[in-house]
């Protein structure tokens, strides 16, 4: 079993700073791309941010310059530096991550979500 949990949510006014974190752990053999998706109510889930296990990080267009994704492979941990935030980055960030629990093959984990509010 694997599971990812998330923390770090909250309320924010807009101009304002928070700090994602998402923890995996479980039965991991190894752990490649990580990354953070949202979904605001009424829209589909988009791409916030992934980053490989090397370190090579992709951005959605709407953060790009105002959100940096980094992580820590020796506690399985990915963060989500967020700055300059504005309304309509309100919010469920959901953590997701290809991991395989055995040399062969993977799978695509998501975390439960949390709900980042920036208020106007």
């Known amino acids: 079993q694997v599971q990812l949990v998330e923390s770090g949510g909250g309320l924010v006014q807009a101009g304002g700073s928070l700090r994602l974190s998402c923890v995996a752990s479980g039965s991991i053999f190894s752990i490649n791309t990580m990354g953070w998706y949202r979904q605001a109510p009424g829209k589909q889930r988009e791409l916030v941010a992934a980053?490989?296990?090397?370190?090579?990080?992709n951005y959605g267009d709407s953060v790009k310059g105002r959100f940096t994704i980094s992580r820590d492979n020796t506690k399985n941990t990915v963060y989500l530096q967020m700055n300059s935030l504005k309304p309509e980055d309100t919010a469920v960030y959901y953590c997701?991550?290809?991991?395989?629990?055995?040399?062969?093959?993977?799978?695509?984990?998501w975390g439960q979500g949390t709900q980042v509010t920036v208020s106007s």
């Open positions: 980053i490989t296990s090397i370190g090579n990080t």
């Open positions: 997701a991550a290809s991991i395989s629990t055995t040399r062969y093959g993977k799978s695509d984990y």
